[in-house]
């Protein structure tokens, strides 16, 4: 199912709505998104997911863990909320914290990013069709070059920004 977004202009105006599949890569389209941080509760690692070769955008590409475009008529952290169910299977009410904005203009999306942060350490059930893996990262490793070869360039300017608020 191809999902209606609000979208914007570069003033932050709201000017129509639009299918999900014409705002990848149409630097006009910009529509905003919710990423969740899933922090370990012990400390020092992040949840990634690993997108599957269903995925629309960068698959095979690791990725922030929940994260997704807001529906119709929802705020940030109703967003969030829907995708910790969605992506991970968490119903619970754990409190979310907004940690930063983010803006990502790129080929792939355009995008404006209200980021929150979790602790939560699983059981977690996610998305078998659109994600192949997800697991717990050291902190250490997530800056190793090698591997930030592997990871969306959304995610590389995600960890550098976590990095930037001494988050991680």
């Known amino acids: 199912m191809d999902d209606l977004l609000d979208i914007y202009n570069r ?15 149409d630097p006009r ?39 997704g ?10 967003g969030a909320k829907r995708e910790l169910a969605e992506e991970l299977g968490y119903t619970g009410d754990a409190e979310l914290e907004v940690l930063f904005d ?6 792939i999306e355009s995008e404006d990013i209200r980021v929150f942060g979790v602790k939560l350490g699983g059981p ?8 192949d893996e997800v697991r717990f990262w050291s902190a250490k490793s997530l800056f ?5 070869a592997l990871f969306t360039p959304n995610l590389v300017r995600e960890l550098e ?7 991680i």
């Open 11 to 25: 003033h932050g105006w709201r000017i129509g709505m639009a299918l999900r599949s014409q705002c990848h890569g």
């Open 124 to 131: 977690f059930t996610f998305q078998r069709d659109e994600i």
């Open 29 to 67: 389209l910009l529509h905003h998104t919710a990423h969740v941080v899933v922090f370990h509760p012990d400390g020092g690692r992040l949840l990634l997911q690993k997108r599957s070769m269903e995925k629309d955008i960068q698959p095979g590409k690791w990725d922030t863990a929940v994260g």
């Open 102 to 107: 983010m803006q990502l203009r790129n080929d």
């Open 144 to 148: 190793e070059p090698g591997n930030q």
């Open 161 to 167: 920004l976590l990095r930037e608020h001494h988050l």
């Open 69 to 78: 475009h807001l529906v119709l008529g929802e705020d940030y952290l109703e």
